[in-house]
Structure formats: structure tokens, C-alpha cells
């Protein structure tokens, strides 16, 4: 077994079978760690303990005791998830001092599985972007090409997994953030049903969207960590508690009879060329294995940015309202408190602890949520949200999944687009309509752009319908024509 290109459920069972230690493959990604993420910047900060926790598994084993499913897998964990002990910044100024009591339910449930958890992960400062270069810490590369982006905001998670920093990854997806840099990054990236995973000790950004997720490099590897992370949390009462299957146990990659749904209102040109070919090619590789494509309508897609935007901004303005320097986290530096008024204390702490991106969505929702405009923006931005829903549950009585890009274009350069966020936002036109929804989605691997960039496809599936979305996913996958190609940083 090659540690580097090893699956999750490899690294398990050579765990459990003692063919190799715990300590060993921590050490060994550890390694790869020290000696290429000063290329990347996907690593914020390091477990300390990850050594004597592999150590503390290894003599459990000895002893015959049983572990976990993911017994020695190491796992890089988003900054937007709390670890007891970890630094945790969210990847902002604000929190640079923070370092949580306690572990997300996300992470809580790994460490119950037994895997390692290494360290966290870079991302766009409180996962608002969609290229990694919001970030307190610096912008993530992309390890295919580090010129280019590695996509947001999960971008740290995603070039570490492409990288293999890690066995597998966590993210978070309040707009697109697992997807679109795991297509970015020639990964998998899932984004689960809203409430299939648990929000608790996940900083929040915007709490009817985010969703926690893992970003990994197979199908198969997504399923099993899948089935880890969800399940109800009585800490979080937006979690369903729906059972939670045994995804991996049943992927089927047969698509005899499978409906495939293409959105007329993503095929009117506008595509990258590269993302087009890529596209039509996923659509005659589902058609050759016996699936049927079915072309639906769903008009309100056109005002899914919009409306994301602004459902997304309000609710930021008020979950970002907590950080203001008096209870904790960042303080600007007054040499007499008692000589300064409330709000130049506020305007001087959240103006330095927050980035420009930051500040411009929270100044957007405060606006819309403010007297006089709550029912024209905010109020309306949530009646529209509630007829795409409506749209996307009748273009489901037709199909069993969506297919679509999830981008339209492939990676693009560091400081290509950040000075325009009108064009970055629009990068998001395919992803966000699933969070406004509440629908699961996730990107496959699928294609290469004629500057060696890798390219994924989204697949949406119905509520809590993530075994087809995986089985869909699982026939892309055995037949993708970049299957086994690896980044230039390997």
C-alpha cells in the first residue's frame, strides 16, 4: 500500500490488521506536511497531540481492543470548525487569539471513529469568497498550478487533499464552498442535505446554509466519512433525524433506468470551452452506461446569486454582530478606554478585525435588514428562495438527479478577480441555488483545461437522497478520463 495515493477504507483496515501503525502513517503525512505546505499555505495550524493520539491507538490495538471505522486515517479540518485545543480563526484577524474548549460535533464524531485529526485548515476569512485569498493567514496556491486559485472557501481543505497532506478533509459549503474548489482542485467534494450533519461548534456565517461536508479524493472515501460526520446532534435542533445509511456499502454504478435531469436554464452558452467539453462529455459517458437525460425548467435559478447574496449577507450581519471586541476575540489597541466613545471603541475593533469582504457583506445585510427595507430585500430574497425550492421538488417528480458544471470556468489566477466581486460572486451561479434549497450536491472529477487545470461536474440529488447522488457520482468516476491523474506537487 502507497500511503500517498491510499484510500480511506485502505488506511483503516491496514491499521486494524497492524500491517501498519498509527503512528507511522501519521508521521508520514506529517512529513509531506513539513516539507511541501510551505508551496501551498493550506495548514493554519498543527495538532500537537497527533502523535501521542496515533500512539495511545496503536497500543489500543495491540490490546485487541475495537476501534473506530476510520481507525489511523488522518484528517485536516477547516478553520471554521472548532477543535478543543487547536487554534480555530476562522481564518480571520478577529478570532487570530482563539483557540475553542470544546470540539465541533463534526469533529467530536471523528475522533470518536478514531481518525487523527493533523490540524486546520486554511480558508476565506469566515468562509466568505470563492478564491481562498480573503484569508487572515494569506492566500491558499492551488497544487496543480500555483499561480492559480484553489477555489473558496474551503480552499485550504481542498489543496491539502490534492496535495495528500491528508487522507481526507472537512469542509464547510454555504454557497458552493466544498464544491467549487473540489472541482478546482481535481477532488470530491460533498455537500450533504441541510441538516444531515451538525452545525454545533461550527463558526457560523449563515446558519440556513451552511453545511458541513467531507472533501476527499474517491467516491467511496466520501461515503465513508459521510456516514461518520451525520446522523441528529441534540446540540443542534436544525439536524434531521432521519437514520443515517450505509452509503458506502451500497454504491452502484449501474445507470440502466436513471434519470438525468440538464437545467435549461444552465445550457444557454456562457461556458468556459473547456467547461462545455467536459460537460457534454459526462452527459454521453452517463447516456452510453443506459441513463436517460431529461431537459427541466427551473426559471428561478436566474435570481439564485441574488437572492443567496442577500439571504446570505442579513444573516451574516447578524451572526457577526457577537464580534465586537468587549467578550472576546480581537481589540484594537486603546491607550485609555475611559477617554473614547462606544461606538469609535466598535468602529476601531471591527474595522481592523475584519477584511474588506467581510465588511462589505456585513454593511449589505445590515442594510437590508434595516427599517424600511427588510420586506423589499430581505423579506422578498426569502419568498423567492421558497418558489425555487418549490421548482427544484416538481423538476425531481421527473428526475432522480441534476447534472450540471460547477463552475463555469476552471481555476482561475491569484488576483485575477478579487478586485472585482461582482465577477467573483457570479462564479457561484451553479452552487448556490442547492444551499438556498437545502439540497444535497457534490462535484466529481471529470475533466482537464488545455492549461492542466482540472475540472469537475456538480450532481444535485433530491433531499436526503445522497445514495443515487453517490451512485451517479461512483459511474462518473469509473469512467472519467482523469481518473489517476495527480498534481505536479506530488
Given at each position: 500500500?502507497?500511503?500517498?495515493?491510499?484510500?480511506?477504507a485502505e488506511i483503516a483496515r491496514a491499521v486494524k490488521d497492524k500491517k501498519i501503525s498509527a503512528k507511522e502513517i501519521t508521521t508520514y503525512f506529517l512529513n509531506r506536511i513539513e516539507s511541501l505546505d510551505s508551496k501551498l499555505n493550506s495548514f493554519?495550524?498543527?495538532n500537537q497531540k497527533a502523535i501521542k493520539q496515533a500512539e495511545d491507538l496503536d497500543v489500543r490495538i495491540a490490546h485487541g481492543e475495537a476501534v473506530g471505522v476510520l481507525a489511523g486515517v488522518p484528517f485536516g479540518i477547516k478553520e471554521m470548525?472548532?477543535?478543543?485545543?487547536?487554534?480555530t480563526t476562522a481564518g480571520s484577524k478577529m478570532l487570530s487569539n482563539f483557540v475553542p474548549p470544546y470540539d465541533s460535533t463534526v469533529v467530536s464524531r471523528l475522533k470518536a471513529s478514531d481518525s487523527i485529526i493533523l490540524g486546520k485548515l486554511n480558508q476565506d476569512e469566515f468562509a466568505m469568497g470563492s478564491s481562498n485569498e480573503t484569508s487572515f493567514h494569506g492566500s491558499v496556491k492551488n497544487p496543480w498550478n500555483l499561480d492559480f486559485v484553489p477555489g473558496g472557501s474551503s480552499g485550504g481543505s481542498a489543496a491539502a487533499q490534492a496535495a495528500r497532506l491528508v487522507a481526507g478533509s472537512i469542509g464547510t459549503d454555504t454557497g458552493?464552498?466544498?464544491?467549487?474548489?473540489?472541482?478546482?482542485?481535481?477532488i470530491v467534494g460533498v455537500k450533504p442535505t441541510y441538516g444531515r450533519v451538525s452545525r454545533y461548534g461550527v463558526v457560523a456565517f449563515a446558519s440556513s446554509l451552511d453545511q458541513a461536508g467531507p472533501m476527499v479524493s474517491s467516491v467511496e472515501d466520501a461515503a465513508l466519512t459521510l456516514e461518520v460526520i451525520c446522523g441528529h446532534d441534540e446540540m443542534d435542533s436544525t439536524t434531521s433525524q432521519r437514520p443515517v445509511p450505509q452509503w458506502s456499502k451500497n454504491i452502484s454504478t449501474n445507470m440502466n433506468g436513471i434519470?438525468?435531469?440538464?437545467?435549461?436554464?444552465?445550457?444557454?452558452?456562457?461556458?468556459?470551452?473547456?467547461?462545455q467539453r467536459t460537460f457534454d462529455e459526462s452527459i454521453e459517458a452517463l447516456k452510453k452506461m443506459g441513463a436517460q437525460i431529461i431537459e427541466l425548467s427551473i426559471s428561478m435559478t436566474d435570481f439564485s446569486v441574488p437572492v443567496y447574496y442577500l439571504v446570505s449577507g442579513c444573516e451574516a450581519s447578524s451572526n457577526l454582530a457577537r464580534y465586537d471586541g468587549v467578550r472576546y476575540g480581537y481589540r484594537s489597541d486603546?491607550?485609555?478606554?475611559?477617554s473614547i466613545s462606544l461606538d469609535e471603541f466598535y468602529g476601531k475593533t471591527r474595522g481592523e478585525g475584519f477584511g474588506s469582504e467581510v465588511k462589505r457583506r456585513i454593511m449589505l445585510g445590515t442594510y437590508c435588514l434595516s427599517s424600511g427595507y427588510y420586506d423589499a430585500y430581505y423579506l422578498k430574497a426569502c419568498q423567492v428562495r421558497r418558489l425555487l425550492t418549490n421548482q427544484y421538488l416538481e423538476g425531481f417528480q421527473k428526475c432522480d438527479v441534476i447534472l450540471?458544471?460547477?463552475?463555469?470556468?476552471?481555476?482561475?489566477k491569484i488576483g485575477e478577480r478579487i478586485n472585482d466581486p461582482l465577477e467573483m460572486y457570479l462564479n457561484d451561479i451553479f452552487t448556490t441555488s442547492t444551499n438556498l434549497a437545502g439540497l444535497p450536491g457534490m462535484s466529481i472529477p471529470f475533466g482537464i483545461s488545455k492549461q492542466g487545470l482540472p475540472i469537475g461536474m456538480q450532481i444535485t440529488a433530491k433531499h436526503y437522497d445522497e445514495q443515487r447522488m453517490l451512485n451517479v457520482a461512483a459511474a462518473l468516476e469509473s469512467v472519467s478520463p482523469v481518473k489517476g491523474l495527480k498534481p505536479y506537487v506530488i
Open positions: 500500500m502507497e500511503l500517498k495515493f491510499a484510500s480511506i493554519t495550524a498543527l470548525l472548532c477543535t478543543k485545543g487547536i487554534q458552493g464552498s466544498i464544491r467549487q474548489p473540489s472541482s478546482f482542485c481535481g434519470k438525468v435531469g440538464l437545467i435549461k436554464e444552465y445550457m444557454r452558452g456562457g461556458l468556459d470551452a473547456d467547461v486603546f491607550k485609555n478606554l475611559s450540471s458544471p460547477v463552475t463555469t470556468s476552471p481555476a482561475f
